[in-house]
């Protein structure tokens, strides 16, 4: 588990960040500043890279391992329907509205992204990424890439909240949905590693 040491370090300040955040300003001051502070160049740059935190993100990461290590690759899938059972139980049992409705007038919308009317909590592009960008850290030694793969991830679940999305607390759940998963795999794939 120390191999992925890197991500998980980085993944967890990330949550300490939000957590922070989230007890100290309202949940719309947050996604209302991440919002505004924008321009044209990182609307079409998230407009496209938060897509990556959706089937791509998955099925990239499951071809990854099942391509370099065939026997971790079962760990891997239960892993992702794990992850993905948990964030849509949530998402269906909870059917928060998603930030668009509380900034209305205030909302700024970007060209070519879909708002949901409901099922924010909790960030399900912010868990798949922190899964899928921790499976693929995890066939790597090098710190770099762990910590590249991680930056990947937290891009996807500010993207969520940059495009109006998502509020910080259903990022902050998201991702620690993926981590927990990402756990998960750790644990299981440990006898596969003897």
Known sequence: MLRIAPFISLAIGALVILLLLEI???????????????????????????????????????L???????????????AVIVNSIIVQGLKFGIQAPRPFWELGDG????????????????????????LGCGLIASLFHNKWHQVLFCFFA????????????????DVLVGISIGLTNLFLFLYLKRGADQ
Request: hydrophobic share 45%; aromatic share 16%; no cysteine.
């Open 154 to 169: 937290l891009l996807v679940a500010y993207s969520r909240m940059y495009l109006g999305l998502h509020y910080s607390l």
């Open 24 to 62: 100290t300003h309202p949940k719309i001051a947050i996604v209302d500043w991440v919002h505004h502070h924008s321009s044209r160049e990182l609307d079409v740059f998230f407009k496209y890279y938060t897509k990556i935190g959706e089937i791509p993100m998955i099925a990239g990461s499951l």
């Open 64 to 78: 990854a391992i099942y391509l370099r290590k065939k026997v971790w690759f079962k760990y891997a899938l239960i």
């Open 107 to 130: 909302f700024r919308y970007i060209e070519g992204v879909r708002v949901l009317r409901s099922l924010s909590f909790p960030s399900g592009h912010s868990a798949a990424a922190i």
